[in-house]
């Protein structure tokens, strides 16, 4: 088990920062400007008191030291790709597996990183003992809370944000018709915020989705649900707006689309960042993806309530976007080398807020 330490993530203060620089540059006035740590991806982050976070898969993770120096050196928060789902977490009925999960967390704690959770209510990667069982409805929500009381209590004050349910609407704003929503109906929603809440009471609770960056009928919808859980008083607290971009479709309304959650009170991230380029990736698509990254970054990170920006992988080795969307790659910041991509530097440009 881990030790209950409950990690809190404080930003320098700007003022103190500012202070140590000065100090710094009468001490050390050889300093090179520029060639401290500051100029990472989390220096520029943590600077402003935000969050930049990969999906971190298991086997690069215990397996691959380039991409765990680039992870720790550039990342202050991690979100797990896959081992924190159900199917992971509990591939048959009572028998848990935490291992994974837990190195993650373990590795977060040991290298000043925040977890973001992912992910508790999905219609996807649910264990066959569970799709397939024939439950009824109140067995089901006995189940699910179960899940979540587990889950959530398991890495109470370690998870500093939660995506309580995922993929929950359709492109058209109807709700999906997952397992959930069929045998639960949209109640669902609220009852599995409310048990996250009750399970670890600091978390930030999110619903997270993807095609709803945009101004349309999926965001609409997700909107309405969300003002309609805030007057109820569910612990709702942030909108996870998964973006996974292709190169030149950085939405025009995103910005603007984030506002008017953030505008509800509601923190909003980037919660998956990644932009995808029709391979061979040329040099004049790898430049646009750069300035996509830079954009969309931007669009977060310019609103308010902008808790931070994730994406979904560190390189392009590990990334999902070859095995899913045919003909498209190079979707990442990092090579399969872990050279720094234009994407890089456009997402650096995008978390840097001198830039
Ligand atoms: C993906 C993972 O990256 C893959 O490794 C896995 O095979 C399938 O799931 N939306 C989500 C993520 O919320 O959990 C998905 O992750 C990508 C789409």
Not at 332 to 355: D, R
């Amino acid at each position: 088990m881990h030790r209950r330490r409950r990690r809190l993530f404080r930003p320098l203060p700007l003022a103190t920062a500012a202070a140590l620089v000065a100090v710094a540059a009468v001490a050390v006035p050889q300093l090179t400007p520029g060639a401290s740590a500051a100029t990472t991806l989390r220096g520029y982050a943590d600077g402003r008191g935000v969050r930049i976070g990969a999906a971190v898969g298991d086997t690069p993770l215990t397996s691959d030291s380039s991409y765990v120096s680039v992870l720790d050196r550039e990342f202050n928060s991690v979100t797990a790709e896959n081992a924190m789902k159900w199917d992971a977490l509990e591939p048959s009925r009572g028998t848990y597996n935490w291992a994974a999960a837990d190195r993650l967390v373990n590795h977060a704690v040991a290298h000043d990183q925040g977890v973001r959770g992912h992910t508790l209510v999905w219609y996807s990667q649910l264990p066959s003992w569970l799709k397939n069982g024939n439950f009824s409805a109140s067995q089901l929500n006995t189940l699910l809370k179960k899940h979540i009381d587990t889950t959530v209590g398991r890495y109470r004050g370690k998870v500093y944000a939660w995506d309580v349910v995922n993929e929950a609407f359709n492109e058209d704003g109807s709700m999906r018709g997952s397992l959930w929503q069929t045998e639960l109906g949209t109640g669902y929603i609220a009852n599995a915020l409310r048990w996250a809440h009750a399970a670890d009471p600091a978390a930030k609770l999110y619903i997270n989705d993807y095609n709803i960056e945009a101004d349309n009928a999926k965001s609409d919808a997700l909107y309405a649900l969300a003002r309609q859980l805030l007057a109820q008083g569910v612990p709702l607290h942030g909108i996870g707006f998964q973006s996974h971009f292709v190169v030149g479709q950085v939405p025009a309304s995103m910005k603007a689309n984030l506002k008017r959650f953030s505008d509800l009170g509601l923190e909003v991230s980037v919660t998956e960042l990644d932009i995808r380029v029709p391979l061979p990736a040329s040099a004049a698509e790898l430049a646009r993806q750069s300035a996509d990254y830079k954009l969309a970054s931007e669009n977060c990170l310019g609103v308010k309530r902008c808790a931070g920006v994730t994406v979904w992988g560190v390189s392009d080795t590990y990334s999902w976007v070859p095995g899913t969307f045919a003909g498209y790659g190079a979707a990442l910041p990092y090579t399969e080398h872990y050279a720094a991509k234009p994407a890089y530097t456009g997402l650096s440009n995008g978390v840097n807020p001198k830039a």
